[in-house]
DNA sequence: ACACTCATATAGCTTCTCTATAGGTGCAAC
DNA sequence: GTTGCACCTATAGAGAAGCTATATGAGTGT
């Protein structure tokens, strides 16, 4: 287990959860628990986070939902991906490629 | 050249800030092109983001700053790590490192 | 005198994430 | 059967950070 999780950087929250999405649709806990795997721990999407950023998704057309069942029988909200926003999966991305190649440049500058 | 400048992640402009002055004390504007310049163009600070960045980070403890004169004969107000501000760049060189590591493990997870 | 660049400063806005709290439902233990 | 717990969604309220736009002043060149 990797320590402590660490706060979000703000603006890749969205990232995640597309990311999250890409190999099938989740329910939101779902989606949270996926990103804390995926991550190794590191990050831990609280649902205070996760459901107005679902909602804010969903509202840009990148994600569509249909309440369903969960696993434990449970009433929950599956999300996934729509072309507009596996669009965006690429484009955020390539952002992100942009933004740690930067990053690692400026940070071994001397 | 980089096409077009990318916006900050927002958490990321202070690490930028502290490395810029890790070399020696720059003027605000100087700090400004000098993390242009170790961004290769990718990113592009401007005065509104940068100013309040420096004000918030002296109040900090982790900046000092006097008034000198620029290379052009201009007041310009120069700013220096401090002890605290040095120890701060080593604390968000491994937050970085940390958010890059597990982003790069998200974004390649199948 | 004028325009231009350099340099700092601040106001107002928007966006995003966090903390805290609330409500509803299935399930198991007692 | 009701108590408690884990699961699932939801929202309010707050705070931090960065962006755009604008203002001010000083030096430089024409």
């Known amino acids: 287990m990797s320590s402590q999780p660490t706060n979000l950087l703000q603006g890749t929250l969205d990232l995640l959860i597309l990311k999250a999405l890409s190999t099938g649709e989740l329910h939101g806990l ?3 628990r996926r990103i804390e ?30 309440w369903g069942e969960s696993e434990n029988n ?24 942009k933004v740690a190649v930067a990053m690692t440049n400026a940070l071994k500058a001397t």
């Open 74 to 97: 449970r009433r929950a909200r599956f999300y996934r991906l729509t072309k507009t926003g596996k669009a965006q999966l690429e484009v955020e991305k390539e952002q992100w490629a």
């Open 30 to 32: 779902g989606i949270s």
């Open 37 to 66: 795997q995926m991550t190794q721990g590191t990050f831990c999407v609280k649902p205070g986070s996760l459901f107005p950023a679902l909602h804010r998704m969903e509202e840009a057309g990148w994600l569509s939902s249909l």
